[in-house]
């Protein structure tokens, strides 16, 4: 629904219900804090931007076209990679294959001790593992500045104030005293 | 109330299962990058779906393996996919600018 649907206002809202499926199977599943965490970034940030850029611009609405289709053969081949691959991997583990584990951060011991989100936060400020901190930060950041720097644009046909040319304005050269004689 | 270990054996029994769901997720992101291609919004709202799926692969074998790392992953590809989508609409703006529309066959324009 989400690719098919004609509208992508639309679009967006079955993208908003996704979002919130995966996040109640999360919670579902025990890991809250990522539950959360999606709600909040994805439909709060992701999808509502989204929403504001699809009602600034408008959109012709494109019919499907048999001319979409000239693209199949080519991309059905890169379609079908990733399905075959999630699909081996799939009855490769159903098949009861041992998996050797080098190093683990045991889950179900820790919760059961301390929440889910008392056991990311202790892992994340770890010493091993902050570095995934910083570098997400930094990926934020970087983020920040490139949506800022692309979309900022400075418009030259607006007359605009110039504060420093106000303040420095001086009222003796900007006004004149005249003698009108009368008659 | 499920109980910890309920949760321990319901992960290893049933959690696999969740690979469908995660799987037909990035597919339905497949087609809609590979197959329709509408508009370039449309396909950044696949890529999400990509993401999102990658994002339940990694839980998903995190409460299998047992292993907590892979929550922390999770939470590092939410963090690149907030980023991109946020460059990705900047870039999409500033396109439909220039050009004054957002279709994607109309993008080999770029080529010059």
């Known amino acids: 629904m989400v690719i098919n649907v004609k509208n ?69 081949f890169f379609l079908m990679v990733p399905l075959s691959l999630e699909l081996g991997f799939y009855f490769y583990f159903n098949s009861g294959a041992d ?27 770890s010493a091993k593992y902050s570095p995934i901190v910083i570098f997400s930060a930094l990926i934020l950041l970087v983020a920040m500045v490139g949506a800022i720097v692309l979309t900022l644009t400075k418009r030259f046909d607006v007359r605009r104030q110039d504060p420093f040319d106000q303040i420095i304005r ?10 009108i004689e009368s008659k | ?51 999102l799926a990658v994002n339940l692969n990694f839980v998903i074998f995190s409460l299998y393996l047992d292993d907590m790392v892979g929550q922390l992953f999770a939470l590092m590809i939410l963090t690149v996919a907030a980023g991109e989508s946020a460059i990705g609409l900047a870039i999409i703006v500033n396109h439909y600018r220039t050009s004054g529309e957002v279709s994607v066959e109309t993008l080999k324009n770029l080529k010059g």
């Open chain 1, 170 to 179: 001086d009222y003796k050269k900007a006004t004149q005293m005249y003698t």
């Open chain 1, 8 to 76: 992508p206002v639309y679009s967006i809202i079955f993208l908003i219900l996704v979002f919130i499926n995966i996040a109640g199977l999360l919670i579902y599943l025990g890991v809250e804090f990522l539950g959360m965490v999606f709600l909040v970034v994805y439909i709060g940030a992701i999808a509502v931007l989204f929403l504001f850029v699809v009602m600034m611009i408008n959109i012709r609405y494109v019919e499907l076209t048999s001319k979409e289709l000239y693209y199949l053969p080519i991309n059905g």
């Open chain 2, 1 to 51: 109330m499920i109980t910890i270990l309920d949760l321990y054996q319901f992960n290893h029994l049933v959690g696999l299962g969740f690979l469908d769901l995660s799987t037909t997720i990035f597919v339905v992101g497949c087609c809609g990058i590979l197959v329709v291609r509408k508009n370039l919004i449309t396909l950044l709202m696949s890529l999400e779906l990509l993401l």
């Open chain 1, 99 to 125: 998996l050797d584990i080098v190093t683990y951060q045991g889950y179900a011991s820790g919760i059961s001790v301390l929440g889910n989100a008392h056991l990311l936060g202790i892992l994340l400020y």
